[in-house]
């Protein structure tokens, strides 16, 4: 009963600042309404972001390297003292870990080292991120098109499950999905900055989004480069050799930024390096680990992860792109949308966060339709029509926002295993390090709580003794239902 007793008031609570944030936006007070937009989403991250325990994937994993990484930022490891043989190619129990690239693990590192070793301080970035692009959003689509877009796509950034779920670590690949679309979102603002201001430092800064997007999940943040090069055409303040100098500007920024890291990582652990990059292209051309899903996958979730209505004014804006003669602003948007959804739709790898970063288009596009159906009200034979769609784009996606961040279901915020680990803190911190627990359920978590290296399975006598000898205390978990 307590996440109901804490849902509640956080669902009436955003449900008025949200009511009244749209009743300040129609009284033209643009900046309170943003602002409330922007208050309401950090509360809905806080609460989901709020669980006192580690989600199984892919969170737990992500803060154990993190907190390693506090004792030494270039060496990424998972198992910080493996005293027991390993695979170097099995990312769930290695040493050295370059199954992601580093900048959310930096960040987390950063915010636990702040914050403590806890789950909430692991999430804050997350939260905060997810948070600001509430903010980009609304400046992006403001600036392409006006006000009353960038309101509305901002209102759905907010109010999105999927990011939340996301940003509070209870769904798969959550906060490098979290980062890769700010980092992504960041990039396009300042190419549009840069489009309208022709200021060099925001090509800088659009190189350096596109770096750390690059050290976030790799080679897709390059979707960035035709939606730069389409802005600067739609501005026209550019002649052909200035946006090639500045391409080439842009392009050097961007491996100054991400280069480095690849090459210190070949060069210091080739053999994890060269393993990680195999089996990235294998997310192409092979189904792993279960993730498969048919050609349409992500285009069958955007009816869940957006509403079922989304497919109107996806359509009618590939319709109105069709039509426009060199529209370049729209047919970056349709860029940022098509290009993601379907370099995955022809990946055999498939997971629902893969196409976030192309999210703030779907915004946009939404916003924008939303946009033309209210201004051209009186236009439509039958108001009625555009009233109920109207209704159903903003309406659907509250929904769904409420059936995934659960605040009316009694869920466990802290799970009894969780607290059986954190009792051992004391002895753990006793030891200094030299303490191994077997037979746990909960290894990756364990290592995270506690000062220690564990593993979900039983030890021989041989391996204990030779244990012991090296001056590690052994604490041997009972199974479930067992006395200790």
């Given at each position: 009963m ?6 509640i008031?956080?669902?009436?609570i ?11 936006f129609?009284n ?20 989901v972001?709020?669980?006192l ?7 737990r994993y992500h803060?154990?390297v ?11 490891t998972?198992?910080e003292?493996p005293l ?7 990312w ?8 992601k690239?580093?900048?959310?693990l ?22 905060l ?11 992006i ?9 960038g309101?509305i ?8 499950g ?8 209870r ?5 490098y999905?979290v980062f890769?679309?700010?980092?992504i ?12 201001s ?8 659009a190189?350096i ?28 303040n ?14 050097l920024v961007i ?21 990680e ?26 009816r ?6 989304v497919y109107?004014p ?19 948007i ?6 993601p959804?379907?370099?995955f ?7 629902q966060?893969?196409?976030?970063f192309a999210?703030?288009?779907?915004f946009?596009?939404?916003a924008?339709?939303?946009?033309y ?13 555009p009233?109920?769609l ?18 009316f ?11 059986e680990?954190?009792?051992?803190k004391?002895l753990?911190s006793e ?11 909960h ?7 506690l000062?220690?290296?564990a593993y979900?399975?039983?030890p ?6 030779e ?11 009972p199974h ?5």
């Amino acid at each position: 009963m307590e996440n109901i007793y804490f849902g509640i008031p956080v669902i009436l609570i955003c449900s008025i600042g949200y009511f009244i944030s749209w009743r300040c936006f129609i009284n033209k007070k643009t900046g309170l309404a943003i602002f409330l937009l922007i208050f309401c989403g950090l509360i809905l991250r806080l609460y989901v972001g709020s669980d006192l325990f580690l989600h199984s994937w892919d969170e737990r994993y992500h803060a154990l390297v993190a907190k390693n990484l506090i004792l030494h930022p270039f060496v990424p490891t998972l198992y910080e003292n493996p005293l027991l043989p390993f695979n170097y190619q099995a990312w769930a129990g290695n040493h050295i870990w370059l199954h992601k690239q580093p900048l959310p693990l930096w960040v987390m590192a950063l915010s636990l080292r702040i914050f403590g070793i806890n789950e909430i301080a692991l999430r804050i970035p997350s939260i905060l991120l997810s948070t600001a692009g509430i903010f980009i959003i609304y400046e992006i689509a403001r600036i392409l098109y006006s006000i009353r877009v960038g309101y509305i796509a901002a209102f759905l950034f907010s109010i999105h499950g999927l990011i939340m779920e996301l940003a509070g670590g209870r769904v798969p690949t959550d906060h490098y999905d979290v980062f890769f679309l700010f980092t992504i979102s960041f990039a396009v603002f300042f190419s549009l900055k840069f489009a309208i201001s022709k200021k060099v430092i925001f090509n800088v800064l659009a190189g350096i989004s596109v770096g750390l997007a690059i050290l976030t999940k790799w080679l897709p943040a390059l979707i960035v480069l035709p939606i730069w090069l389409l802005f600067l055409l739609d501005y026209k303040n550019f002649i052909f050799k200035a946006i090639i100098q500045h391409a080439v500007l842009l392009i050097l920024v961007i491996v100054m930024v991400c280069l480095p890291w690849q090459i210190y990582i070949h060069l210091k652990f080739p053999l994890e390096a060269a393993w990680e990059d195999s089996f990235n292209l294998k997310h192409i051309t092979e189904v792993l680990e279960g993730n498969t899903g048919a050609f349409y996958y992500h285009f069958n979730l955007l009816r869940i992860n957006y509403g079922e209505l989304v497919y109107i004014p996806i359509l009618w804006f590939c319709w109105k792109c069709m039509n426009s003669r060199r529209n370049f602003r729209e047919y970056a948007i349709l860029i940022w949308f098509i290009v993601p959804y379907l370099f995955f739709s022809i990946a055999k790898t498939k997971m629902q966060a893969y196409t976030l970063f192309a999210a703030p288009s779907i915004f946009i596009i939404t916003a924008l339709f939303c946009s033309y159906l209210s201004i051209n009200l009186n236009r439509f034979r039958y108001k009625i029509v555009p009233v109920l769609l109207l209704i159903g784009l903003l309406g659907l996606p509250v929904r769904y926002s409420i059936e995934r961040i659960k605040p009316f279901n009694k869920i466990e915020r802290e799970p009894e295993w969780t607290k059986e680990i954190k009792k051992l803190k004391p002895l753990s911190s006793e030891v200094q390090g030299k303490l191994v627990i077997f037979n746990t359920l909960h290894p990756i978590e364990t290592m995270f709580y506690l000062n220690c290296t564990a593993y979900n399975y039983l030890p021989d006598q041989k391996t204990t003794t030779e244990i012991e000898r090296s001056g590690y205390k052994i604490i041997i978990l009972p199974h479930p239902g067992e006395n200790p």
